[in-house]
Structures are given as C-alpha cells and as structure tokens.
C-alpha cells in the first residue's frame, strides 16, 4: 500500500507561483496513476489534474488549465503540481490521490493529508 505526503504549500500573492509535491512511501508508485485535487472552505473536493502512470497522459481541469502543470517522476516516487499565475481563488487545501491502478479509472484509494495554499490578492 502506498502512503503520501505532500508539501510545497503556502501563502502566496496574486500572480505568484507554488510547486507542489507529493512523496510517496511503498514500492508501487509507479503502478499507480496519480491526481491533484483541492478542496477551498465551505466546497466540495474537486479534481484539479491527473496523470498516467508513465505521465505521458495527464489532464487538467477548465480552471486551471494553462496555469497548472502534473508531472511524476517514479525514481523519486514523487508528483509535482507546478502552480502559475495564482488567483484568489485558487486558495484550498490540495490533496494528492494515488489511483488504484496505472491508468485514471476507479476512486481514489489513498489520500495525502493535503497542504493548505493561501493566494492573496
């Protein structure tokens, strides 16, 4: 069973840029398919990115596509979430998810503790 633990958050001004990462302990990461979602107060969680197994696959939700960047790197067992151009609204708690299986299909099975990202205007 994987675990994941993430970092990289933080406050931040409008326009400014965080990178998360998501660590993971176990020797499947590289088995499994990797997401980023957030959750900002009083909202449900939603999917901001997901990436493929090899990371040749990745997706972005509306909101931030062209600002967000997934990528994965399995020697490290490690998923980044490169943040651009950061809004106020982009503020929530992000939570990493490890798929069940290489590709995205399924729930989340394994959930970081999420770091808190905080954009002022």
């Known amino acids: 069973q994987v675990q994941l633990v993430e970092s990289g958050g933080g406050l931040v001004q409008a326009g400014g840029s965080l990178r998360l990462s998501c660590v993971a302990s176990?020797?499947?990461?590289?088995?499994?398919?990797m997401g980023w979602f957030r959750q900002a107060s009083g909202k449900e969680r939603e999917i901001v990115a997901h990436i493929n197994w090899g990371g040749g696959r990745t997706y972005y939700s509306d909101s931030v596509k062209g600002r967000f960047t997934i990528s994965r790197d399995n020697a490290k067992n490690t998923v980044y979430l490169q943040m651009n151009s950061l809004k106020p609204e982009d503020t929530a708690v992000y939570y990493c998810g490890a798929f069940p299986g290489i590709v995205v299909a399924g729930e989340i099975d394994v959930w970081g503790q999420g770091t808190q990202v905080t954009v002022s205007s």
């Open positions: 176990g020797r499947t990461f590289s088995s499994h398919a």
